[in-house]
């Protein structure tokens, strides 16, 4: 295992203030014991300290990662070195919660919409989602302008384009920037997404 890979990641999250973003998801998220907690795109999940006692569920395709999180959380949650799909919803499903955080600007139109249809059909009527994700959009700092053009996503888009791709598959949206502060250099978009359609239809 690459210690040292996932340790140079979380030193990064920590330099821009992006472990701060995710603390705010977890605190949109307000898991409760026993929920069952689906998180797409883990990475280490460093984050798990804050996190109650839940039934969680991480998935990331970079093995370091998942080894990393499997040495230090073996024992708090299941961790998955691959994709998250149908197959694993039809096991694991329904989900209370799901943390798709710094994911979205990934995938292409089509990705993150077959992937956000996959969420919907993933969670619980009540369940909510939470993303959060590297943004462009008017008023938004020189500096994290800058940091937003240096990430390595290929589509970082403007909140409305992330919106429009969560309207999609859920009824419900409340969205928000988090960060462009001091403390928190780099600026991201945050959305609580709940009411899934595939649920209604």
């Known amino acids: 295992m690459d ?7 979380v030193l990064s999250q920590r330099m821009v203030g992006a472990d701060l973003a995710r603390r705010t998801c977890l605190e949109a998220l307000a898991p409760r014991p026993g929920d069952r907690i689906l ?8 984050y798990l300290d804050h996190l109650p006692a839940c039934d969680y569920h991480g998935f990331d395709t970079d093995r370091r990662h998942i ?14 070195d691959e994709p998250y799909g149908p197959e694993h919803a039809a096991r694991l499903a329904p989900f209370d919660g799901v ?3 710094g994911l979205l600007h990934h995938l292409d139109d089509e990705q993150a919409s077959s992937l956000l249809a996959l ?11 939470i993303t ?3 943004a462009l959009y008017e008023g938004q700092s020189r500096l ?3 940091i937003a053009k240096n990430d390595r996503g290929d589509f970082i888009r403007p909140p409305k384009a992330f919106r429009r791709l969560a309207s999609e598959h859920f009824a419900s949206i409340e969205d ?3 960060g462009d502060t001091p403390r928190m250099l780099a600026s991201h978009y945050m959305m609580e997404l709940s009411s899934p359609v595939s649920a209604s239809a």
């Open 3 to 9: 210690r040292g890979h996932a340790a140079l990641y």
């Open 39 to 46: 998180d797409i795109g883990c990475g280490p999940a460093y």
């Open 67 to 80: 080894a990393s999180a499997r040495a230090r959380y073996g024992d708090r949650g299941h961790f998955y």
């Open 99 to 101: 943390l798709l955080l």
């Open 119 to 129: 969420v919907a059909r993933s969670i619980r009527p009540t369940g909510r989602v």
């Open 132 to 134: 959060l994700d590297t």
């Open 144 to 146: 994290a302008r800058l």
């Open 176 to 178: 928000r920037i988090v």
